[in-house]
T-cell receptor, first 109, second 115 residues
Framework: GQNIDQPTEMTATEGAIVQINCTYQ??????LFWYQQHAGEAPTFLSY??LDGLEEKGRFSSFLSRSKGYSYLLLKELQMKDSASYLC??????????WGAGTKLIIKP | IAGITQAPTSQILAAGRRMTLRCTQD?????MYWYRQDLGLGLRLIHY???????GKGEVPDGYSVSRANTDDFPLTLASAVPSQTSVYFC??????????????FGDGTRLSIL
């Protein structure tokens, strides 16, 4: 079966760095997405990785290892507004997104 | 402002009633999707449309139907609502269903409660 695993909840301190991990098992693979979702709002796109390695976009970076079925989202210089759920999703061989349940990130002052 | 509009924002519905959730996008995206989001679960695909005039079943299609008569609109219909369909429904679109570089963009969602 197809499966995405990510931690349910994480807590970090304002100004610090946090890494949110995601492992995936899909039938075929066409890339890995990260989305941010604030409570009561729509998911918004953060990053897309299809090749191994690190993609940096400002304070956010995303890493992919296809051989390990593993990705992480790295958030630097955490701000209170980064408190949200972070959704990992893998694009399978049918180009359908398989979604994880999301990681709720709590930022403390 | 370009984007996806969903209506209604929220709805309370009696079981057995028919309900259509509306979704309109003005980005001229080819592909559109309907998801449901339930606490503790990932987004689950209900139905999708890769291009106007075509639709397909996702992971959880039972009890739902869709149509794609034109590029902009993708309504989702619950023929006879049941309490297990209580959820938050998100409509999304992307420029291409077959290009990972074209991420999905989401509407603000419809909160549906079936009593």
């Amino acid at each position: 079966g197809q499966n995405i695993d990510q931690p349910t909840e994480m807590t970090a301190t304002e100004g610090a760095i946090v890494q949110i991990n995601c492992t995936y098992q899909t039938s075929g693979f066409n890339g890995l997405f990260w989305y941010q979702q604030h409570a009561g709002e729509a998911p918004t796109f953060l990053s897309y990785n299809v090749l191994d390695g690190l993609e940096e976009k400002g304070r956010f970076s995303s890493f992919l290892s296809r051989s390990k079925g593993y990705s992480y989202l790295l958030l630097k210089e955490l701000q209170m507004k980064d408190s949200a759920s972070y959704l990992c999703a893998a694009l399978d061989s049918n180009y359908q997104l398989i979604w994880g349940a999301g990681t709720k990130l709590i930022i403390k002052p | 402002i370009a984007g996806i509009t969903q209506a209604p924002t929220s709805q309370i519905l009696a079981a057995g009633r028919r309900m259509t959730l509306r979704c309109t996008q003005d980005m001229r995206h080819n592909a559109m999707y309907w998801y449901r989001q339930d606490l503790g679960l990932g987004l689950r695909l209900i139905h999708y449309s890769n291009t106007a005039g075509t639709t397909g079943k996702g992971e959880v299609p039972d009890g739902y139907s869709v149509s794609r008569a034109n590029t902009d609109d993708f309504p989702l219909t619950l023929a006879s609502a049941v309490p297990s369909q209580t959820s938050v429904y998100f409509c999304a679109s992307s420029d291409s269903a077959f290009d990972g570089n074209q991420p999905q963009h989401f509407g603000d969602g419809t909160r549906l409660s079936i009593l």
